[in-house]
């Protein structure tokens, strides 16, 4: 998820909060977030519903908000197929026809395929100035390889140009060092064996990259080693230091380069709080 810096009209927002299916049943359902598989789905339901929030008198913006709002991304996907087969028209569309604002924009956003959502959202962010840091790290550190594999294949298809590339010629420095190698996906992952003399090299190295032409012992720490990893790395470097790595970050570095490395650590510390916190701020 990707929430941008635009401002949605407090009423939109109660308006949506009011229809997502928040879990009530904490034993039953635990802790799946707040969109999630629809139990009672019936896709000839919705598609109907839809249907007649859309050609009645008036667009029912109350039911096209219920229904995409309670439904998961891919019961979203199996309503769009459905309605495309029963009216011979592409539901994304028909919605556009209907719906205008941030309302629409929404709706947009529900019911893209993520991996086209996602390519939407990182070539928005490299060709707008001063969210690459932002929405571009958010991507590229967050979703799993594949995922992130299917959003720069789709990358290249709908705007024929490779996500490197507009990475090399739309950013600069040690930010464009760590979104493309963000980007290459080499993350290394967890085999759950503990490697002690690498966390205390990484301290070190870290320690001592404060000079010129060092940055690139950041990036590759932070963007090659696995979260478990780099837990252990944060929390040693701050008993042998004194202070947290991301004050480190703030004293070394400055712009758009400390904005990103503080976002990636956020997500390596906690990603799911790194959302609550990006949702919070949007809603502020």
């Given at each position: 998820m990707s929430v941008s810096s635009g401002r949605t009209a407090p009423s939109l927002i109660q308006?949506?909060?009011?229809?997502?299916?928040?879990?009530?049943?904490?034993?039953?359902?635990?802790?799946?977030?707040?969109?999630?598989?629809?139990?009672?789905?019936?896709?000839?339901?919705?598609?109907?519903?839809?249907?007649?929030?859309?050609?009645?008198?008036?667009?029912?913006?109350?039911?096209?908000?219920?229904?995409l709002t309670n439904r998961s991304r891919e019961q979203r996907q199996l309503i769009s197929r459905a309605?495309?087969?029963?009216?011979?028209?592409?539901?994304?569309?028909?919605?556009?026809?209907?719906?205008?604002?941030?309302?629409?924009?929404?709706?947009?956003?529900?019911?893209?395929?993520?991996?086209?959502?996602?390519?939407?959202?990182?070539?928005r962010a490299l060709k707008a100035s001063g969210s690459a840091e932002d929405v571009a790290m958010e991507i590229l550190a967050t979703r799993a390889p594949p995922r992130l594999q299917e959003c720069l294949t789709v990358y290249k298809h709908d705007f024929q140009v490779e996500a490197e590339e507009d990475i090399k010629s739309e950013t600069s420095g040690t930010l464009q060092d760590l979104l493309l190698a963000l980007a290459k996906g080499g993350r290394e992952s967890y085999s759950g064996i503990i490697d002690y003399n690498l966390a205390e090299e990484d301290v070190q190295a870290l320690q001592q990259a404060e000079g010129p032409s060092t940055e690139g012992t950041w990036v590759l720490i932070f963007t090659q080693r696995n979260p478990e990893h780099l837990i252990r790395v944060f929390a040693q470097y701050q008993r042998y230091t004194g202070q947290e790595l991301e004050e480190a970050v703030r004293n070394r570095f400055h712009g758009n380069t400390q904005v990103a490395l503080l976002s990636l650590a956020s997500v390596i510390r906690n990603t799911p709080l790194y959302f609550a916190d990006k949702l919070h701020q949007a809603l502020q």
């Open positions: 308006e949506i909060l009011s229809h997502l299916g928040l879990a009530n049943k904490t034993a039953a359902w635990g802790t799946l977030g707040t969109l999630r598989t629809f139990l009672s789905f019936t896709v000839e339901k919705d598609v109907q519903r839809l249907l007649r929030a859309i050609t009645g008198q008036g667009v029912d913006h109350n039911a096209i908000v219920a229904v309605f495309q087969e029963r009216t011979q028209q592409d539901l994304l569309k028909s919605l556009q026809a209907a719906l205008s604002g941030n309302l629409e924009k929404i709706v947009v956003g529900l019911l893209q395929p993520m991996a086209q959502f996602d390519a939407q959202e990182l070539r």
